[in-house]
């Protein structure tokens, strides 16, 4: 039997795969680099995104000059594929007793900033709401650079409202919620996941 009888030899299997021409695949190959090439970035922010997780609630204590504060502060971690760019984080309540309240604007802790980066797996301290030693009322811990407002219903924490919730943003999107629930009986704040 002759050679050129199998189908390595004929040259329609060596031009063609599946059918299309090599030509033709030059061609597809060449504008799918072309699309990489102009829409890569948001193909990978598609994929790879960050993700904002509440971790745990701790309860410390911090002493200035003047007085002690007694802080709740939220852990949170970057859990997504990606880093997180200038996160925002906005508290407000859940369970809709307060008409027209506004979501404040949190504080990094020791950042005194709105934003902040958190890398991967990194862990970020955020500032909830503080208290004098001396006092039993918590106040928001508003962003230093937002400034407080002059309304005490957007100062002080109001424990007969026990949901809050904190929305996280990253430059143009939303990157997680962490839900929590305030135990007025035990003067606990605790993550509720939904």
């Known amino acids: 039997m002759p050679f050129h009888y199998f189908s390595f030899s004929d040259p329609k299997v060596i031009d063609s795969f599946l059918g299309i021409s090599g030509t033709l695949w030059g061609v597809v190959g060449t504008l799918v680099l072309g699309i990489l090439a102009i829409f890569g970035d948001q193909i990978k922010k598609y994929f790879f995104k960050p993700k904002i997780r509440g971790v745990e609630i701790i309860e410390t204590w911090q002493e200035n ?91 002080y924490f109001d424990t007969q409202m026990r949901n809050i919730r904190i929305e996280f943003y990253e430059r143009d999107n939303k990157v997680g919620d962490v839900y929590m629930q305030y135990l007025i009986d035990r003067g606990k704040l605790l993550i509720k996941y939904k």
């Open 65 to 155: 000059h003047e007085e002690a504060l007694i802080y709740k502060r939220l852990i949170v971690k970057n859990i997504g594929k990606a880093p997180a760019k200038d996160v925002r984080a906005m508290l407000t309540y859940t369970d809709g007793g307060k008409l027209n309240f506004l979501p404040v604007p949190l504080n990094w802790t020791h950042w005194n900033t709105t934003t902040r980066d958190i890398s991967q797996h990194e862990p970020a301290y955020l500032d909830i709401m503080c208290r004098q030693l001396s006092d039993s009322q918590y106040k928001f811990c508003w962003s230093l650079q937002v400034g407080q407002p002059l309304e005490s219903d957007f100062i």
